[in-house]
């Protein structure tokens, strides 16, 4: 419909068409097309109703956010030579352009193990997991304990918290050491 609508002579009407543009942007909401007549300049008298409004609905569905899970694989490492724990995040849906940062705490520094975990992991786009790594560290002293090394997901933005924590445990597997024997 233009700036103004002209009614042939001898009718009693004219009409005008609204045609939605189509488009595929999610969450852009419905807009209204108002159209109202104009106070008359001669000729004719405004009848009632002299407005309309035509709602142009958005129906383009606004994609859910991913889910992260964490877990570590193997959870238990011993503190010897190679023993390396793989941890995930995984996404319940493929990360969209410009990938998913997922907030992690990663485990405190420890002398029984190295990490790669750092503060956040980045699930590229396209993709639905990302990695990092606990390593034990090998010693030999006996008794030092099992140590675990904690990681924890954290809320932040593009994604809906999942399960939020995994745990790889380093195990002491130093047996005491034999006592000399005198004699």
Same mark, same amino acid.
């Given at each position: 419909?233009?700036?103004?609508?002209?009614?042939? $002579?001898?009718?009693?009407?004219?009409?005008?068409?609204?045609?939605?543009?189509?488009?595929?942007?999610?969450?852009?909401?419905? !807009?209204?097309?108002?159209?109202?007549?104009?106070?008359?300049?001669?000729?004719?008298?405004?009848? #009632?109703?002299?407005?309309?409004?035509?709602? @142009?609905?958005? &129906?383009?569905?606004?994609?859910?956010?991913?889910?992260?899970?964490?877990?570590?694989?193997?959870?238990?490492?011993?503190?010897? $030579?190679?023993?390396?724990? #793989?941890?995930?995040?995984?996404?319940? #849906?493929?990360?969209?352009?410009?990938?998913?940062? !997922?907030?992690? !705490?990663?485990?405190?520094?420890?002398?029984?193990? #190295?990490?790669?975990?750092?503060?956040?992991?980045?699930?590229?786009?396209?993709?639905?997991?990302?990695?990092?790594?606990?390593?034990?560290?090998?010693?030999?002293?006996?008794?030092?304990?099992?140590?675990?090394? @904690?990681?924890?997901?954290?809320?932040?933005?593009?994604? $809906?918290?999942?399960?939020?924590?995994?745990?790889?445990? @380093?195990? &002491?597997? &130093?047996?005491?050491?034999?006592?000399?024997?005198?004699?």
């Amino acid at each position: 419909c233009g700036a103004s609508a002209l009614i042939a $002579e001898g009718a009693s009407s004219t009409t005008c068409t609204i045609t939605a543009t189509p488009n595929t942007t999610p969450g852009d909401g419905n !807009v209204a097309a108002a159209l109202a007549l104009a106070a008359p300049a001669g000729g004719y008298q405004l009848g #009632t109703p002299s407005a309309a409004s035509v709602l @142009i609905s958005d &129906d383009d569905s606004v994609a859910a956010l991913p889910v992260p899970s964490l877990s570590c694989t193997p959870s238990t490492l011993a503190d010897a $030579e190679n023993q390396v724990a #793989t941890c995930q995040v995984t996404l319940s #849906t493929a990360a969209g352009p410009g990938g998913v940062s !997922v907030a992690l !705490v990663p485990p405190p520094a420890s002398d029984r193990y #190295t990490t790669t975990c750092a503060s956040a992991l980045v699930v590229p786009a396209g993709a639905t997991t990302a990695n990092c790594t606990v390593t034990a560290v090998p010693n030999t002293v006996a008794g030092d304990g099992n140590v675990p090394a @904690i990681l924890s997901l954290v809320a932040g933005g593009g994604y $809906e918290l999942g399960t939020a924590q995994a745990v790889v445990t @380093i195990t &002491d597997n &130093d047996g005491a050491k034999p006592v000399p024997a005198l004699g």
